[in-house]
C-alpha cells in the first residue's frame, strides 16, 4: 500500500488491486462504528458481481475502527481521520479517491442486501444517472424494531413501486450516482450534521437530473435492540432535527397552549402519514404493522418530544443572548 494525504488532511491507504478501474465504487462511511463496520464491508465483499468494483472505507473517531478495518480488509482503500467527519465530509473524503464510474454509498450500521450492487448498476445501464434503494429491517424481527423502520423508511419499503423520484419526496435516498451526475453535483455540503443526501437530492431535482427509486436494491438497517432504546433513539432524533430546521424561532414566543395543540396536530399527522405509507407499501406484511402500531404512536410522540424540549431548549438560549 501506498499512502498520501487528501486535501483535508485524511490518511490514506489505497487497496492494492488497482489497475482495473472499477464499474462502480462503493464508500462505506463511520463514526465510531467498530461494531458494525465489518458486517458493512463484508456485506459488499461477499456479493457475487461479474463487473470489477472497489470498497472505499471512510472512518473517523478513536473506537478502533481504521485499525480494525486495516487489519481485517487489507485489499480495501481506507480512509481514516480520528477527528469527526461529518456525513457530507465523509462522503467527500470517498469521493476524492473513488474511481468507479458510478459511486454508491453505504452508512456504516447498515448492510448491503447480496444483490446490492448488480442491481445498481443494472438501473445506471437502464440510463439512470442517479439510483435511491430501498431500506429492510436487519433485525431484531421485534415490534419495537419495525415501528422505528416504518416511522424511519415507510416510504423506501421494498414493496413501493420503482419509479422516477423528485425530492422532497423521501424514497431519494440512498442514491448512487454516475460520473455526470456527480460532475454536475459537485461536493456534498460538510456543514450539515442531518440531511446531506437530502440537500444533494434538492439540488439533484433543481439540475434536472432523474433519480430512480429502485426497490430491488435493498439496504438492511439495524433497529433498536428494545422499547426503551427505541424510544431514546427516537427522542435524539427529534432533537437533532430540530437543531437542523432552527425550530426555536417557530417556538418563540408561542403560548402553553399553541405549544400542546401544535404537538398534537403534529402527532396526529406524522402517525397518520407513516400508517398510511406503510400500509401501501407492506401490502405482503399488513399485520406486522398492525402489531407495531403502539410503539409507532409511542416512537413519534418520542421524537416530537425531542424535537418541542430542543426548541425549547434553543427560545431560551435566543432569549438570553438578546437582539
Not at 467527500?92 to 464510474?101: D, E, I, Q, T, Y
Not at 433543481?206 to 430491488?216: A, V
Not at 426503551?228 to 432533537?239: F, K, N, Q, S, W
Request: hydrophobic content about 40%; glycine content about 10%; proline content about 5%.
Amino acid at each position: 500500500m501506498t499512502a498520501r494525504e487528501l486535501p483535508f488532511a485524511h490518511t490514506v491507504e489505497l487497496g492494492a488491486h488497482r489497475a482495473q478501474p472499477p464499474a462502480i465504487s462503493i464508500v462505506v462511511m463511520g463514526y465510531n462504528n467498530r461494531q458494525t463496520i465489518s458486517d458493512a464491508v463484508g456485506s459488499i465483499l461477499v456479493q457475487s458481481v461479474s463487473d470489477p468494483f472497489e470498497v472505499i472505507v471512510v472512518t473517523s473517531g478513536d473506537d478502533g475502527s481504521a485499525t480494525l478495518v486495516r487489519r481485517r480488509f487489507p485489499e480495501i482503500t481506507l480512509v481514516a481521520s480520528e477527528s469527526r467527519l461529518l456525513p457530507g465530509a465523509a462522503r467527500n473524503a470517498g469521493l476524492a479517491v473513488a474511481r468507479g464510474h458510478v459511486v454508491a454509498f453505504l452508512a456504516g450500521d447498515c448492510v448491503a442486501d447480496e444483490c446490492w450492487i448488480s442491481r445498481r448498476l443494472d438501473a445506471h445501464r437502464a440510463g439512470y444517472r442517479a439510483v435511491a434503494s430501498a431500506v429492510t429491517l436487519a433485525g431484531p424481527n421485534r415490534p419495537w424494531a419495525w415501528a422505528n423502520h416504518y416511522i424511519m423508511f415507510s416510504a423506501r419499503l421494498p414493496g413501493r413501486p420503482s419509479g422516477v423520484v423528485k425530492y422532497p419526496d423521501p424514497a431519494a435516498h440512498g442514491l448512487s450516482l454516475d460520473q455526470g451526475a456527480r460532475e454536475k453535483l459537485g461536493p456534498f455540503d460538510q456543514s450539515l450534521r442531518i440531511g446531506e443526501d437530502s440537500e444533494a437530492g434538492r439540488r439533484l431535482r433543481d439540475l434536472g437530473i432523474d433519480i430512480w427509486f429502485e426497490p430491488s436494491v435493498q439496504t438492511c438497517h439495524w433497529g433498536p435492540s428494545g422499547t426503551v432504546a427505541m424510544l431514546r433513539d427516537r427522542y435524539h432524533r427529534g432533537a437533532r432535527q430540530s437543531r437542523h430546521e432552527q425550530v426555536h424561532v417557530d417556538v418563540l414566543g408561542t403560548s402553553g397552549v399553541g405549544l400542546v395543540r401544535g404537538f398534537a396536530r403534529r402527532l396526529r399527522y406524522k402517525v397518520r402519514w407513516t400508517v398510511e405509507t406503510s400500509w401501501r407499501y407492506e401490502q405482503r406484511h399488513r399485520m406486522r404493522l398492525i402489531v407495531s402500531l403502539p410503539w409507532i404512536v409511542a416512537g413519534r410522540i418520542a421524537g416530537l418530544a425531542g424535537y418541542y424540549m430542543e426548541g425549547s431548549r434553543l427560545s431560551r438560549r435566543r432569549r438570553q443572548a438578546g437582539p
